[in-house]
Every structure is written in structure tokens, then in C-alpha cells.
């Protein structure tokens, strides 16, 4: 079955730690074997290259300088995607055979040497765990710039063709290095692919990694008897406090029934006490990543979207419960029975649980939440959480949708936890043009700095919402100002793990 987009990307998310490390120090093995030979060029370059000594020379140091600057270039990139690695792949490669090209075009009599490194230079994909959708472009580029480099050198010189045959049979035998290459490191790819598929938790199948971070990794997995994929989050060796943070997590699922909370399905532990839980599995972008890629949302869309968030919170706030951590990465537009932007809320990871109730936890106390969303109260340190503060989470959140950014953006954190206490809320209309006065009042309202002049909690905040003129949201004048938006490729997304 051909990999997809969604399976790539996990398996090259469970190598950051090697690119972060490793992967800059390999990227000077070619620049050092590049220039082991340079003082025996010096010395006998010309018994090989003849009159074209002082070209080879300086071939040599233009491939030299390349290689430099793709190291350099190597230890800054951020590698976010597998392309990325297909590309800095075709630039080593290509920065090693095409110098040699020209070596080999140089080189009196076609000495062997230049093929030779060419050759290891092909076998250079066999030890990287890449598909061979993802090798076969650079190698193919990077044969290329070999056997082209050859004949243009000796074009360039005046040289004599020579003898064809020592040139097709070379170039066979580094076409047949690439093809072994390449099917090694599709092998090895593959075989990587089966244990991540093999290994399994409890009754569950793993699949694969969705995501990672502090507490644990999120999977994707399957439950044999049941017969559906499920998003499993599973606990890592933590201390005390994360595992009941994350036991809290469980507990507060489980008891929210609203659909457009993320529904837990089973939770256990294996015996070797490794803990998890089962969820659903959520199809569609954050949106963040909604907004990220199309721009502002039209209010009457930001209406609907606010109104599920807002009712789902009211369930959880009628339970004692505050989310604590509302802000777009945590809330997903899934597929569900093919409603339009029907929102899921994730991450119950720093819920509260009010503590004049049994229930109570006092594991932590501290700052928790995004910055860019957090309440004044919770930034003062008065308050560690409750419903208001989730209702001015809301509010900024529905800022962010109505503008493209959140109501306070500073070059440091510290500047946006100064703005949440001290700036006044800009308008968001002045942001991007007229707004529909009353959804801008009632953000506004929940960006007060008073908890008190806020809507008390998520059913309060639904109702205003409900209150609302739907004709004013749809008020056909705004087109101009705001950009119509349809929902971002969808891509496997699910609970996200908190910090």
C-alpha cells in the first residue's frame, strides 16, 4: 500500500532528535572526503590531468565551497517537512557528481578515480531511511550532472572522444549503484514502517505517532475487535505531578458528553504501568492552520464556529470544570456526518476542577495556558483558571478568526502578558474594515479586564451569541473587507499533548 502524506510526516517527526544532532555532523563527511585528495591533486595532478591541472584545481575548490555552504546552510535549516530532506539531499549529491563530472572529463585516458567517487556517491541513499519516491529525483538529478559534467569538460578542453565503450559501461555501472541504492533505503524505510506498524499497546495496535511532547506521544491505532482507528495517548515515564495531571485529564473527559468535545472511548494501563486512553480520531485542520491558510473568517462563519465552542465549555463549566489552555491549535473543524465546521475541542491536558468540589486538585498552581489567549486575571496570578477566563480565551480566539491575529502581538512574551494586563482591547474592525457592531461589541465584552463584566460562562456566552442578528452577520456589504474562506485540506489531526 503506497504511503501517504499523513504517514510520511510522522515517521519523519520521530527523527527530529536526529536531525537536530546527527544529521549536521554527517553533512561533513562529504566536504572532508571531498577534500582528502586535494594535496595529492596538488602534488601529481598533473601526471593525471595533464595540461588541465589548474582547472581540476579549481573545480576541486568550487565543489569544495559548495559543500561549505550546504553544511553551514544544513546545521541552521529547520527540516519541517520530508521534501525538505529530498532537497538537501539532491544539493549534496549534485555538489559531489558534478565537480566529479568534470574531473572525469579532465582526467587523461578517462581515469578511473573520478567514476569511483561517483559511484560511492550513488550508494550514498542506501543507508537513509527515504522511500524511493523520495530519492529517485535527487539521484537521478545528481547522475546527471555526472555524465553531462563528462562530456562538456572535454567538449570545453578540445579533447578527443575517445573510446565510447569505457563511458556506457561506466555509466551502467553507476546506474546500476543508484537503482541498488535507491531499493535499499526504500527496504529499509519500509521495514522501519512495519515495527512502528507491529508494535502494540494493551489491546491496541499502534499505526503511527500523530504527535509528541512533554507528557507522552499521541497514535494513531487500532483496536482489532473493533475494527476502527482510534488517536491513543499514551503517558511516558513522567513525575508524579504530570501523571496526575494527566489521570485528570481522563477523569474530565470522560464525564463531558457535548459532541463537540473530543470523546474518550476506553482508558488502561499495560503491566509495566504504562497508562493510556483511547479517543476519536479527528479528520481536519486547527483552526489556526484554517486561518493560516485562507486568511480572516466571515463573522457570520465565526458566529457558528464560537456558538459550539461556547456550548461545549457551558457543559464543562456546569461540572466545575475550566479548560485553561482555548486558543485555535486546540480546536479542530472535523468531519462530522458532513456538517459544515462542526468544532471538536481538544486538550483537557491543564483542565481545573473547581475546588470547593470533592473532586478537587491541587497538583498545580501554576502559570498555565498560551499567552496569546490568556486572561488578565491569570497573568496577575489573582486567578489560576475558572470559566471567565476561558470565556476571555473564547473572546480572543474569536478575534483571532475575525482578523487574522490575536488582539495583542509583541516581540516577547512578556510584552503579550503586559498588553493582556495593562493595553486596552483594539477594535478588530480597525483591523480589517466594518464588522458587524454587535459580534464586535460582544468579543469586546469578553476582553474585558474585569472577570465580572465578561459573560459568567459558556452557556452565557452561547446565548449572547444566539442573541444575535443573523441577517447582520451575513451582511453582504463585507465582502470587500474579508476574504470567503472554504475549509483548509483536511489532514489526520487529534488531541494535542499540553506542555
Same mark, same amino acid.
Given at each position: 500500500?503506497?504511503?501517504?502524506?499523513?504517514?510520511?510526516?510522522?515517521?519523519? +517527526?520521530?527523527?527530529?532528535?536526529?536531525?537536530?544532532?546527527?544529521?549536521?555532523?554527517?553533512?561533513?563527511?562529504?566536504?572532508?572526503?571531498?577534500?582528502?585528495?586535494?594535496?595529492?591533486?596538488?602534488?601529481?595532478?598533473?601526471?593525471?590531468y595533464g595540461s588541465s591541472v589548474h582547472a581540476a584545481l579549481l573545480t576541486r575548490s568550487v565543489g569544495a565551497a559548495a559543500l561549505a555552504l550546504i553544511w553551514i546552510f544544513g546545521r541552521r535549516a529547520q527540516l519541517a517537512r520530508p521534501h525538505h530532506a529530498e532537497w538537501l539531499l539532491g544539493l549534496v549529491m549534485t555538489s559531489l557528481t558534478a565537480p566529479l563530472g568534470v574531473l572525469a572529463g579532465l582526467a587523461q585516458n578517462l581515469s578511473l578515480t573520478p567514476w569511483m567517487g561517483a559511484g560511492l556517491v550513488m550508494c550514498a541513499p542506501a543507508f537513509l531511511y527515504q522511500s524511493w519516491q523520495r530519492t529517485l529525483r535527487p539521484v537521478l538529478v545528481s547522475l546527471g550532472a555526472f555524465l553531462l559534467g563528462v562530456p562538456v569538460s572535454r567538449a570545453v578542453l578540445g579533447a578527443p572522444p575517445g573510446e565510447l565503450s569505457p563511458l556506457f559501461f561506466g555509466a551502467s555501472m553507476l546506474t546500476l549503484a543508484a537503482a541498488?541504492?535507491?531499493?535499499?533505503? #526504500?527496504?529499509?524505510?519500509?521495514?522501519?514502517?512495519?515495527?512502528?506498524?507491529?508494535?502494540?499497546?494493551?489491546?491496541?495496535?499502534?499505526?503511527?505517532? %500523530?504527535?509528541?511532547?512533554?507528557?507522552?506521544?499521541?497514535?494513531? &491505532? +487500532?483496536?482489532?475487535?473493533? +475494527?476502527?482507528?482510534?488517536?491513543? *495517548?499514551?503517558?511516558?515515564?513522567?513525575?508524579?505531578?504530570?501523571?496526575?495531571?494527566?489521570?485528570?485529564?481522563?477523569?474530565?473527559?470522560?464525564?463531558?458528553?457535548?459532541?463537540?468535545?473530543?470523546?474518550?472511548?476506553?482508558?488502561?494501563?499495560?503491566?509495566?504501568?504504562?497508562?493510556?486512553?483511547?479517543?476519536?480520531?479527528?479528520?481536519?485542520?486547527?483552526?489556526?492552520?484554517?486561518?493560516?491558510?485562507?486568511?480572516?473568517?466571515?463573522?457570520?462563519?465565526?458566529?457558528?464556529?464560537?456558538?459550539?465552542? /461556547?456550548?461545549?465549555? @457551558?457543559?464543562?463549566?456546569? *461540572?466545575?470544570?475550566? #479548560?485553561?489552555? %482555548?486558543?485555535? &491549535?486546540?480546536?479542530?473543524?472535523?468531519?462530522?456526518?458532513?456538517?459544515?465546521?462542526?468544532?471538536?475541542? %481538544?486538550?483537557?491536558?491543564?483542565?481545573?476542577?473547581?475546588?470547593?468540589?470533592?473532586? &478537587?486538585?491541587?497538583?498545580?498552581?501554576?502559570?498555565? @495556558?498560551?499567552? *496569546?489567549?490568556?486572561?488578565?486575571?491569570?497573568?496577575?496570578?489573582?486567578?489560576? @483558571?475558572?470559566?471567565?477566563?476561558?470565556?476571555? /480565551?473564547? @473572546?480572543?480566539?474569536?478575534?483571532?478568526?475575525?482578523?487574522?491575529?490575536?488582539?495583542?502581538?509583541?516581540?516577547?512574551?512578556?510584552?503579550?502578558?503586559?498588553?493582556?494586563?495593562?493595553?486596552?482591547?483594539?477594535?478588530?474592525?480597525?483591523?480589517?474594515?466594518?464588522?458587524?457592531?454587535?459580534?464586535?461589541?460582544?468579543?469586546?465584552?469578553?476582553?474585558?479586564?474585569?472577570?465580572?463584566?465578561?459573560?459568567?460562562?459558556?452557556?452565557?456566552?452561547?446565548?449572547?451569541?444566539?442573541?444575535?442578528?443573523?441577517?447582520?452577520?451575513?451582511?453582504?456589504?463585507?465582502?470587500?473587507?474579508?476574504?470567503?474562506?472554504?475549509?483548509?485540506?483536511?489532514?489526520?489531526?487529534?488531541?494535542?499533548?499540553? +506542555?
Amino acid at each position: 500500500m503506497r504511503e501517504t502524506r499523513a504517514q510520511q510526516q510522522d515517521l519523519w +517527526r520521530a527523527d527530529a532528535a536526529f536531525r537536530s544532532t546527527r544529521l549536521p555532523r554527517l553533512l561533513a563527511l562529504p566536504l572532508v572526503a571531498w577534500m582528502l585528495p586535494f594535496p595529492l591533486d596538488i602534488l601529481r595532478g598533473a601526471d593525471v590531468y595533464g595540461s588541465s591541472v589548474h582547472a581540476a584545481l579549481l573545480t576541486r575548490s568550487v565543489g569544495a565551497a559548495a559543500l561549505a555552504l550546504i553544511w553551514i546552510f544544513g546545521r541552521r535549516a529547520q527540516l519541517a517537512r520530508p521534501h525538505h530532506a529530498e532537497w538537501l539531499l539532491g544539493l549534496v549529491m549534485t555538489s559531489l557528481t558534478a565537480p566529479l563530472g568534470v574531473l572525469a572529463g579532465l582526467a587523461q585516458n578517462l581515469s578511473l578515480t573520478p567514476w569511483m567517487g561517483a559511484g560511492l556517491v550513488m550508494c550514498a541513499p542506501a543507508f537513509l531511511y527515504q522511500s524511493w519516491q523520495r530519492t529517485l529525483r535527487p539521484v537521478l538529478v545528481s547522475l546527471g550532472a555526472f555524465l553531462l559534467g563528462v562530456p562538456v569538460s572535454r567538449a570545453v578542453l578540445g579533447a578527443p572522444p575517445g573510446e565510447l565503450s569505457p563511458l556506457f559501461f561506466g555509466a551502467s555501472m553507476l546506474t546500476l549503484a543508484a537503482a541498488l541504492a535507491i531499493a535499499g533505503g #526504500h527496504l529499509n524505510h519500509a521495514l522501519r514502517r512495519q515495527v512502528l506498524r507491529t508494535q502494540s499497546l494493551g489491546k491496541y495496535e499502534l499505526e503511527r505517532r %500523530i504527535g509528541r511532547g512533554g507528557m507522552g506521544e499521541v497514535w494513531s &491505532a +487500532r483496536h482489532p475487535g473493533l +475494527r476502527r482507528s482510534v488517536a491513543l *495517548k499514551v503517558l511516558s515515564d513522567v513525575d508524579a505531578p504530570s501523571r496526575a495531571r494527566f489521570e485528570r485529564e481522563v477523569a474530565a473527559l470522560s464525564e463531558l458528553r457535548h459532541p463537540n468535545t473530543v470523546r474518550v472511548l476506553d482508558y488502561g494501563a499495560t503491566e509495566n504501568g504504562t497508562a493510556f486512553f483511547a479517543m476519536e480520531l479527528l479528520v481536519g485542520p486547527t483552526l489556526a492552520e484554517v486561518v493560516e491558510e485562507s486568511g480572516p473568517l466571515a463573522p457570520a462563519r465565526v458566529a457558528h464556529i464560537g456558538k459550539q465552542i /461556547a456550548r461545549a465549555l @457551558g457543559e464543562a463549566h456546569a *461540572k466545575g470544570m475550566a #479548560h485553561r489552555d %482555548i486558543k485555535p &491549535a486546540n480546536l479542530i473543524l472535523a468531519e462530522a456526518g458532513g456538517e459544515p465546521d462542526f468544532v471538536k475541542i %481538544i486538550d483537557f491536558g491543564i483542565v481545573r476542577l473547581d475546588t470547593h468540589t470533592p473532586r &478537587a486538585s491541587h497538583v498545580d498552581d501554576e502559570l498555565v @495556558g498560551t499567552p *496569546k489567549y490568556m486572561a488578565p486575571e491569570v497573568v496577575a496570578g489573582a486567578s489560576t @483558571g475558572d470559566a471567565r477566563s476561558d470565556v476571555y /480565551a473564547l @473572546g480572543a480566539v474569536m478575534f483571532f478568526l475575525l482578523t487574522g491575529t490575536p488582539p495583542f502581538v509583541a516581540d516577547s512574551t512578556a510584552g503579550v502578558l503586559v498588553a493582556h494586563l495593562k493595553q486596552t482591547v483594539p477594535m478588530p474592525s480597525r483591523r480589517v474594515g466594518t464588522l458587524p457592531a454587535a459580534l464586535e461589541a460582544l468579543v469586546l465584552r469578553c476582553l474585558s479586564k474585569n472577570p465580572a463584566d465578561r459573560p459568567q460562562d459558556g452557556l452565557e456566552f452561547a446565548r449572547a451569541l444566539e442573541a444575535l442578528d443573523p441577517a447582520s452577520l451575513r451582511d453582504t456589504s463585507l465582502a470587500k473587507t474579508q476574504r470567503s474562506l472554504a475549509p483548509a485540506p483536511a489532514a489526520d489531526v487529534t488531541e494535542r499533548i499540553p +506542555r
